[in-house]
């Protein structure tokens, strides 16, 4: 059975730094495209970056050269670390596996992330 867990989350004042870790269990995690997305309130959810199996990244407009995307393969484990982090960071992160080749689709409960003025 597949598991995505999201942690690291949690109130920080602007231009603070947090990290996002993002562990896959079940198997799929090294045929994965793991995505984070995020969804403020009143707002669709958003893809902020993405990082395939081979580790080729992608990253939103708005976080370009803010954040960074990884993946640890021995550890199950993608991290997101966000800095310079801005108000407008403040939502709900998502962890997103899909399994290639096998297809699939899972999600996270999500992890709070707040950012002050």
């Known amino acids: 059975q597949v598991h995505v867990v999201e942690s690291g989350g949690g109130l920080v004042q602007a231009g603070g730094s947090l990290r996002l870790s993002c562990t896959v269990s079940?198997?799929?995690?090294?045929?994965?495209?793991i995505d984070w997305y995020r969804q403020a309130p009143g707002k669709q959810r958003e893809l902020v970056a993405y990082i395939s199996r081979g580790g080729s990244t992608n990253y939103a407009d708005s976080v370009m050269g803010r954040f960074t995307i990884s993946r640890d393969n021995a550890k199950n484990t993608v991290y997101l670390q966000m800095n310079s982090l801005r108000p407008e960071d403040t939502a709900v992160y998502y962890c997103?596996?899909?399994?290639?080749?096998?297809?699939?689709?899972?999600w996270g409960q999500g992890t709070q992330v707040s950012v002050s003025s």
């Open positions: 079940g198997g799929i995690f090294r045929i994965s495209v």
């Open positions: 997103h596996a899909s399994p290639e080749i096998l297809g699939g689709d899972y």
